[in-house]
């Protein structure tokens, strides 16, 4: 079994910051892509940034220059550094990896539970 674990999530005021993580954990041999989605209640969750094992990123044109993805191969953990937010950043944000498992030679997205963030004064 892999999980994913996110934390990080809360309350912010519009301008302000937070930082979420994404730790993977179980019988790990590899994780190819790791990334961060969203999603409002009602709507499609939507790609917010993902990142390659060589650190290689790509963003969503909404949070490109406010947001930073990296993440941390020797921790198995994704990370999502979220600045100058903004209302409409408000969702649930989930984290999202490709792992393939020790003795198995496929890989399987596995997501985390989410966590909220909320944007607000």
């Known amino acids: 079994q892999v999980q994913l674990v996110e934390s990080g999530g809360g309350l912010v005021q519009p301008g302000g910051s937070l930082r979420l993580s994404c730790a993977a954990s179980g019988s790990i041999f590899s994780i190819n892509n790791m990334g961060w989605y969203r999603q409002v209640r009602g709507k499609e969750r939507e790609l917010v940034a993902v990142i390659t094992p060589g650190g290689t990123t790509n963003y969503a044109d909404s949070v490109k220059g406010r947001f930073t993805i990296s993440r941390d191969n020797a921790k198995n953990t994704v990370y999502l550094q979220m600045n100058s937010l903004k209302p409409e950043d408000t969702s649930v944000y989930f984290c999202?990896?490709?792992?393939?498992?020790?003795?198995?030679?496929?890989?399987?997205?596995?997501w985390g539970q989410g966590t909220l963030v909320t944007v607000s004064s």
């Open positions: 999202n990896a490709y792992v393939r498992r020790n003795y198995v030679v496929a890989y399987v997205e596995v």
